[in-house]
């Protein structure tokens, strides 16, 4: 039986055909994407009608493999007595330096594909889960109880201060509206201290979200200037002007990135 003879350049050719594909192969099924995140800016903190928000601006890249990515989540510590917040991605928003109404220029938001070595500009807004469930009842019967007390009201012609005055009185004989601004002091979160923001990006080829951690402080004066937009969210909900008080926070120096297959649990499962 005569030996088989393999021709050496015949093999060459096949491995040079072959080799973009195994390669081609292998990058979209084994190899692990890394996302990477350039914040810009500053965070901001905000206490609005759409519940308490965090805003945080940046790039986005990633490097080795295309993902898609499904959604993005945030949630908050405060390190004096682990009080949690999670919160959720509601929308991406216009690039405007700064913003009085939390509602300006807010675009849905929605799951997007990185292709790799790509970069995506954000601008995201994220509010606290369930808020405007727990606040159903009372902004519907605020409003309620406004357009009938409006109503008994005779609005002379080319008074501009009209409703302000009107909103006076109603603040002294309306339950509903007391009852309301009571109930949002009482679950306001951006109390004085330190915090942890925590955000997760999840992908459909990772199993594990990547994480991103960030170290922030409220100060006193901060506080009580969040707190303070409890007024605007009532007179929201009365179809009046509103001029909402954000807090800006710088990034802290000491970001962490976690890689999916090295997640750790930094906060505490509630």
């Known amino acids: 039986m005569e030996p088989i003879k393999i021709d050496g350049q015949l093999v060459v050719a096949l491995i040079a055909l072959v080799q973009p594909w195994v390669i081609s192969f292998y990058k979209k099924n084994f190899r692990q994407p890394e996302i990477k995140i350039n914040p810009t800016g500053s965070i901001e903190i905000g206490f609005s009608g759409l519940g308490h928000t965090v805003s945080i601006t940046g ?17 908050t510590v405060k390190i004096e007595n682990d009080a949690k917040l999670k919160f959720q ?48 009842d009372h902004t519907i019967n605020t409003q309620e109880e406004w357009r009938n007390f409006i109503l008994q009201k005779n609005n002379p012609q080319g008074d501009s201060n009209f409703y302000e005055n009107e909103l006076l009185e109603f ?21 004085p201290g330190k915090y942890k923001i925590k955000l997760e990006i999840n992908t459909e080829e990772t199993k594990t979200p990547f994480a991103f951690i960030w170290d922030i402080e409220i100060t006193e004066d901060s506080s009580r200037k969040l707190r303070n937009n409890t007024i605007n969210i009532l007179r929201e909900c009365c179809s009046l002007s509103t001029n909402y008080y954000f807090d800006y926070q710088e990034y802290s120096s000491t970001q962490t990135l976690i890689q999916p297959n090295k997640l750790k649990n930094i906060f505490k499962k509630s």
Do not use: C
């Open 59 to 75: 790039v986005l890249r990633t490097l080795k493999k295309d993902v898609f990515i499904s959604s993005i989540n945030m949630e």
């Open 89 to 136: 991605w509601i929308a991406q928003r216009s690039n405007k330096l700064f913003h009085t109404n939390p509602r300006e220029e807010l675009f849905a938001a929605d799951s997007f594909t990185l292709t790799s070595g790509s970069t995506r500009h954000y601008n995201n807004t994220f509010a606290s889960k369930g808020f405007k469930r727990k606040f159903q």
């Open 171 to 191: 603040i002294k004989v309306s339950q509903h509206f007391n009852n309301y601004h009571t109930a949002l002091n009482n679950d306001f979160y951006w109390t």
